[in-house]
């Protein structure tokens, strides 16, 4: 995107892997502007989930173009993930029917577990399908699909890290990088933020602290499945752009996971 000087704006890019992500500047007025970012963000907005939405324009080229409220701050750090502030902010995003009514308008499908094993099934490789230890996961996942009520399927993030958690200065946590989201089972999201960020004999604690309740057996199991399709997803994706450490060491905790479950027969 270029910088438009006729209107006094300075247009720079930033970080992402999508590279259609910038900050306008003007005066001492900064924009955090996206293309064709999730098309239920003004939902996202009223919620205070994310920043602010400032507009949204079609672009000759026809793309959408929005702009949101600079928010100086940081990414939240690895050891912050665990947190009650983020587990209560993800309980908003489950729970929003804001969210939920939104998605649906704007004509956002639903995923199944069937169909993120049938899209494990495409994009894994050979050489990893034949691995022993992924090949049992992989049965027992097709196996043992979750059974979940669409009715209960709510809107979930999809790739929470801790890059896609944002402090503000003030101290007010928002959730950014909606370009993952889906309509499907919250277990979906719970077990990317456990797998990743909270210690296993820790599960209990940080769920109860994110149900302000006791959890339930159907959830735990539904975590432990969604916990596997998550590691073998990112042993797959270690593998295609060559991050071999990382990749064994998922492999690793895959295995320790499996050893430690009572759920499923692997």
């Known amino acids: 995107m270029d910088s438009n000087p006729k ?72 050891n912050e993930m665990k947190q009650s502030q983020v587990s209560d902010l993800l309980a908003r995003v489950h729970h929003s029917e804001l969210l939920k009514r939104m998605w649906k308008q704007v004509g956002g499908k639903i995923t199944t577990p069937q169909t993120l094993i049938d899209e ?11 691995h022993p230890l992924i090949s049992k996961v992989l049965k027992a996942l097709n196996d043992n699909q979750p059974q979940l009520e669409c009715s209960n399927y709510e809107v979930c993030h999809g790739d929470l890290n801790h890059k896609n958690c944002l402090l503000s ?4 946590l928002y959730l950014v990088d909606w370009d993952s989201a889906k309509l499907a089972d919250p277990a979906l999201d719970l077990s990317m933020l456990m797998c990743r960020y909270v210690p296993r004999d820790e599960w209990q604690n940080w769920l109860k602290q994110y149900l302000k309740a006791e959890p339930s ?27 071999f450490h990382e990749m064994n060491q998922d492999i690793i905790k895959l295995s320790e996971i499996v050893k430690d479950q009572s759920y499923y027969e692997i």
């Not at 494990?120 to 034949?130: E, T």
């Not at 200065?169 to 007010?172: A, F, L, Q, Y």
């Not at 975590?223 to 590691?231: E, S």
């Open 7 to 78: 209107k006094g704006w300075r247009i720079l890019p930033v970080g992402g892997n999508t590279g259609m992500a910038y900050m306008g500047e003007k005066n001492d007025r900064r924009l955090f502007l996206k293309r064709n970012t999730s098309p239920f963000l003004a939902a996202l907005s009223l919620e205070e989930i994310t920043p602010r939405l400032v507009w949204t324009k079609r672009m000759v080229s026809g793309d959408t173009l929005t702009a949101q409220e600079w928010m100086n701050g940081r990414n939240l750090h690895r």
């Open 120 to 130: 494990c099934y495409i994009n894994i490789s050979p050489d990893l399908r034949s």
């Open 169 to 172: 200065d003030t101290g007010k």
């Open 217 to 243: 057996d159907s959830l735990k199991k539904r975590i432990v499945w969604y916990t596997f399709l998550n590691l073998i997803q990112a042993i797959e994706e270690s593998h295609r752009r060559g991050r």
